[in-house]
């Protein structure tokens, strides 16, 4: 299960983005806490606290406890993180209020194990992940940290879809119209294959491109003359 997390805020007096400015420089990230019926809540937290959980891997999907200066600590999960394009370093947070049991919808890290165990690797298959993370529908306070599946007995060519995968209790997947694929075990060159393929579709894409930008060129020629 996802460790909770504990973050101590401050409530914002000033709004803007001249307000932000100064909070930044003062080594601050503005943020808000939204949802549960509640009007939104303005705050700041410590950069360096807030690097260092987004720095876990798993801050995203974990029950983060705001303690708000001179209030009740406010039980959240996080929704957006917005990093600065060039530093990367964060700007702005936003945090959804949930109760204890609530349903929330997450993005669970995949791990696969047991690769020993697989024929197919064994005789030099490649392992294709086709998502790296499940979207899952939890309970607050069930949220699993990570989602690991279990290779064994997979040969070359064969895929694993989430009907095979069995969630932990309080979990089960966003995606529930179909029985999408995880990951499948490929041949090297059926992988070169396929990379191929889509970087020839790239080529046609852009070769494309290259002459409807011309046809409008040619057209303003042929009018001139």
């Known amino acids: 299960m996802s460790d909770m997390l504990t973050l101590s805020a401050e409530t914002r007096d000033r709004v803007g983005k001249g307000a932000s400015r100064a909070l930044r420089r003062e080594g601050r990230v503005p943020a808000v806490i939204y949802g549960n019926k509640q ?25 983060v406890m705001v303690e708000v200066a001179g209030g009740k600590p406010v039980r959240t999960l996080p929704k957006d993180v917005s990093l600065d394009v060039v530093t990367d ?5 936003d945090f959804l209020r949930i109760s204890e049991h609530a349903k929330v919808n997450v993005a669970v890290p995949v791990v696969f194990a047991d690769e020993d165990a697989s024929p197919g690797l064994k005789k030099g298959g490649v392992l294709n992940v086709v998502r790296h993370e499940l979207e899952l529908v939890c309970d607050a306070a069930l949220i699993p940290s990570e ?15 989430i009907s095979a995968v069995t969630l932990p209790k309080g979990s089960e997947s966003a995606i529930d119209d179909r029985d999408f694929t995880i990951a499948t075990i490929v041949a090297p060159s059926a992988l070169k294959s396929e990379e191929a393929e889509a970087a020839d579709a790239a080529a046609d894409e852009a070769a494309a491109a290259d002459e409807a930008d011309e046809a409008p060129a040619e057209e303003a020629t042929e009018e001139g003359e």
């Open 39 to 63: 009007e939104p809540l303005g705050i700041h937290v410590e950069e360096r606290a807030l690097a260092k959980m987004l720095n876990t891997g798993h801050f995203m999907n974990s029950v």
């Open 89 to 93: 370093r964060p700007v702005h947070v």
């Open 147 to 161: 989602i690991e599946i279990s290779l064994k007995g997979l040969e070359v060519g064969d895929s694993l879809h």
